[in-house]
């Protein structure tokens, strides 16, 4: 089958910039399909909160076949799989003691605790952006900001931020179908950089340890047998790279949705009462995180179809979250008082459920809802353009005037 013939084919040009169109022909078309490259979609809501609540693996070594499969051996040979030992990629019991070691952080009051914090970083940058008047939004914004707010919980010297986001945002390419050799190539470069850049930073922190995240993961691996040195490495480069990627695209995604939908905007600003439901309709409109995934360790069905063993199974969250099943014949539209809106999966559920919910739930609403009421003339300034990815998909360049 060639590529043109693919029902559907992520690799298309265009498809990072509107991915909808081909999500709602698949959630009709065929909802469980199986793909020529050797795995599996499912895009209806029901079927995709099912499997993230089932037991299933996140073990790529458990793959079949397929294209995943040769896309991590080559990884392999390439020789870094930073990720690999990070609790994104790892069952029950690793899972069960990697993730205990950093929920206590993110627990509601600890959460709520940094808002102070979260606002002044967002009136500072609001700040700028006034002395400015025309800026790039994530450039100014949506990646400052949780950025600044991951590395003062990991408690991070100062780095070079521009590097982390560049290297960062080659090694997110690994959580999605790669094309090319040259693509694959540049990912393994760059988390091994990153991961060479995180011991020196774990190094640092050993010499200057704090009341801060990366010191207590640093003493549980100190205990002896509960994190190696590289399990450490991917729990912090995973925390790293989570903590800010999504979110950006949480404020970045939010921003253009209102700007695109002016009466939406109005209403957030006529009756800010509404800025709790408007983040879970941002997270559901167009999702930060648009697809997860999971590995079948024995026959699973899904929409009366049976997936087998050694299946890579594709959750589309972007797709699941436009489901008009659950959210109605206006599921393309964005309504930020929608009653169902807290029914997005954009969070993943399960066992793997988002750690960072509460944390991006809380700098989506201060970055949006600041910068609305501070700037009643705020205005798109140019084309938006997207940053290519079909996974932790959002806006590269996002040109505003205030």
Known sequence: MSVVELLFNPLEPGFADDPYPAYARMRELDPVHEHPFGFWLLTRHGDVSDILRASLSVDDSLVAGGLVRDQQEQMDQLGSRVLRLSMLDRDPPDHTRLRSLVAKVFTPRKVAALEPEVTALVDAALDEIAESKRVDLVETLAFPLPFAVISQMLGMPPTDHARIRELSGLLVRSLEIVADDETLAAIAKAGAELAALTRELIAWKRDHPADDLLTALISAENDGDRLTDEELVAQVVLLYVAGHETTVNLIGNGVVALLRNPDQLALLRSDPSVAGNAIEEFLRY?????????????????????????????????????????????????????????????????????????????EGRVAIGRLVERFPALALDGEVTWNGRINLRGPGLLPVAV
């Open 286 to 362: 167009d999702s930060p995180v648009q697809q997860t995934r999971r590995i079948t360790r024995e026959p699973y069905t899904a929409g009366g179809r049976e997936i087998p063993v050694g299946a890579f199974v594709i959750a589309a969250l972007a797709s699941a979250n436009r489901d008009e099943r659950v959210f109605g014949p206006d599921a393309d539209r964005l309504r930020i008082d929608r009653p169902e809106a807290r029914s997005q999966l954009s969070f993943g559920a399960g066992p793997h459920h988002c750690l960072g919910a509460a944390l991006a739930r809380l």
